[in-house]
Antibody, heavy 117, light 108 residues
Framework: QVQLVQSGAEVKKPGASVKVSCKAS????????MHWVRQAPGQGLEWMGI????????SYAQKFQGRVTMTRDTSTSTVYMELSSLRSEDTAVYYC??????????WGQGTLVTVSS | SSELTQDPAVSVALGQTVRITCQGD??????ASWYQQKPGQAPVLVIY???NRPSGIPDRFSGSSSGNTASLTITGAQAEDEADYYC???????????FGTGTKVTVL
């Protein structure tokens, strides 16, 4: 069965960077694009961007352009999302989700990133 | 506009029917998908495409669309359907995705 397992919670200081991983299993890693979505405490879902695990191409939401980098490692079936210049507003749960049937079909368990001085 | 607008909250009596709507210009061109999220959990896909349910989603969940509005209907709501629901679709450019503002469903 499809599983997306994300890395553990992180605490970062303002101005730092964070890199969250998402390890896929149960399917051919390079067959499905991967989305990243975040959710601030008590807030709604926010789409951040998408990566093609096959070729590595990416597309980012305008809001995150210049601050987010999505990469992949095909040898370990893992995608990464790095967010730089962190500020308190970036405190959120970050999710990866596989693009299945052109929708966000399977989700990781989420990674809490806390930005605090 | 690339925004998707949902009513913040709706309530439904146990066993009754509730419809959740999602409005946005991009819905004239693209289908919405719908996600259920319970407190402390990751979202779960419940409806996609014209009106498709992933394996394991009860048939009391259905979807429809007209013009710039997509709808999720729960027919015979159960206590376990109490959750936040989000729509998602491509934006007007077709290149990115956008989530709706979310609807909290309370089952009375």
């Amino acid at each position: 069965q499809v599983q997306l397992v994300q890395s553990g919670a992180e605490v970062k200081k303002p101005g730092a960077s964070v890199k969250v991983s998402c390890k896929a299993s149960g399917y051919t890693f390079t067959s499905y694009y991967m989305h990243w979505v975040r959710q601030a405490p008590g807030q709604g879902l926010e789409w951040m961007g998408i990566i093609n695990p096959s070729g590595g191409s990416t597309s980012y939401a305008q809001k995150f352009q210049g601050r987010v980098t999505m990469t992949r490692d095909t040898s370990t079936s893992t995608v990464y999302m790095e967010l730089s210049s962190l500020r308190s507003e970036d405190t959120a749960v970050y999710y990866c989700a596989s693009n299945w049937n052109d929708v966000l079909g399977y989700w990781g368990q989420g990674t809490l990133v806390t930005v605090s001085s | 506009s690339s925004e998707l607008t949902q009513d913040p909250a709706v309530s439904v009596a146990l066993g009754q029917t509730v419809r959740i709507t999602c409005q946005g210009d991009s819905l004239r061109s693209y289908y919405a998908s719908w996600y259920q999220q319970k407190p402390g959990q990751a979202p779960v896909l419940v409806i996609y495409g014209k009106n498709n349910r992933p394996s394991g989603i009860p048939d009391r969940f259905s979807g429809s669309s007209s013009g710039n509005t997509a709808s999720l209907t729960i027919t015979g709501a159960q206590a376990e359907d109490e959750a936040d629901y989000y729509c998602n679709s491509r934006d007007s450019s077709g290149n990115h995705r956008v989530f709706g503002t979310g609807t909290k469903v309370t089952v009375l």
